[in-house]
């Protein structure tokens, strides 16, 4: 059965990028279908909308979806509704993709590029997980209005809404349970119920799904020591899991550890393991079309995309393995070059991974 893959490249550095991904996924020779379309900026240059109609509709459609980056300063000063983020939010909410994996591994060859000293992040392996659908970013109500009590009463003020349900936390939170089960069983839950209502209810909600999994260690964290924890010993965390505002935060920070955000694959799933995949990091418009992103992040979030969603894990073993393979013969894009190294382009490092794959 032919599977339908939705590759949505985007702004900025996001074509160049995908471009390699798309010929990995080629060279696997397997029944793929790719159907491209226009999404951020891109979307809103072709039909007005960063997730414009067609867009959404191929998403749905398909089994999972590809994504480079969105955003350019150039759509930065459009109301808030057509700016390319929107994109990506439209497609998290209308495809209820809540479950963000966010994995953070060091590879061996690449210790020397951390900000952080090699014996503090050498054999870092962190899966973080964010839910991506609730929390402020979506919570209701929003907005600027007129205070309309407490000491500035009568000011303009801006508010948001933070906000979780009970079903939405307990999904998430299987989510990252399952997900410790199949690595070293030990979750780490991070919130501020020192402060937020919302943060109490999260853990109380996260304790009572972990009754079904006895097998796994829970901990929990507030989450300005987490951030602290993460560059004083990011070993002793294994997998974790937050709210989304906190997850945002905490996914740079843990992508920054290895060195380079240029590395770093996501997924982000609805419940039947449908997903979007992409990399961690931005659509660097100040490099874009110039040859020197770092594809590798992509790459690795289609090897992600066979494994979650489109069944193929044999596939995804074998893409991983190449990017290893080209890290091992010394190919560095720039971001992650240093002496003794070979600096390669974007095109060259893509070409490099399809010949390891063969290898
Ligand atoms: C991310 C990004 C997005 C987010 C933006 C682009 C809306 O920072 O995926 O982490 O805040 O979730
Ligand atoms: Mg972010």
Known sequence: ?????????????????????????????????????????????????????????????????????????QYDKLERPLRPEQAILGLRKHLALFANLRPARLYPELAGASSLKPEIVSGLDIL?????????????????????????EGSREGFDTMRYSEPEIARVAHVAFQAARRRSKRLCNVDKSNVLETSQFWRDIVIKT???????????????NAAM??????????????????????????AMLTGSIGMLPSASLDANGKGLYEPSHGSAPDIAGQDIANPLATILSAAMMLRYSLNLPA??????????????????????????????????????????LAA
């Open 315 to 356: 596939g995804a073993d074998r893409i991983e393995a190449a990017v290893e393979r080209v890290l091992a013969q010394g190919l560095r894009t720039a971001d992650i070059w240093e002496a003794g190294t070979r600096k390669v382009g974007t095109n060259e490092m893509g070409d490099a991974v399809v010949a390891a």
């Open 1 to 73: 059965m032919s599977m339908k893959i939705a590759v949505l490249p985007g702004d900025g550095i996001g074509p160049e990028i995908v471009k390699q991904a798309v010929k990995v996924l080629e060279a696997l020779d397997q029944p793929f279908t790719l159907e491209e379309a226009p999404v951020g900026g891109a979307g809103y240059a072709a039909h007005g909308h960063p997730l414009p109609e067609r867009t959404l509709a191929l998403a749905r459609s398909a089994d999972a979806i590809l994504l480079g980056a969105v955003g350019d300063w």
């Open 229 to 254: 924890q993460l560059v004083r010993a990011p070993k002793s965390f294994d997998v974790i899991v937050t709210g989304n505002l906190f997850g945002d935060i905490l996914s740079d920070e843990a």
């Open 128 to 152: 973080l997980i964010r839910d991506l659908t609730g929390d402020v970013y979506f919570g209701q109500p929003r907005g600027v209005r007129v205070a309309p009590d407490g000491p500035f």
């Open 210 to 224: 972990s009754a079904a999994y006895p097998d796994v260690e829970l901990s929990h964290t507030y989450v300005d």
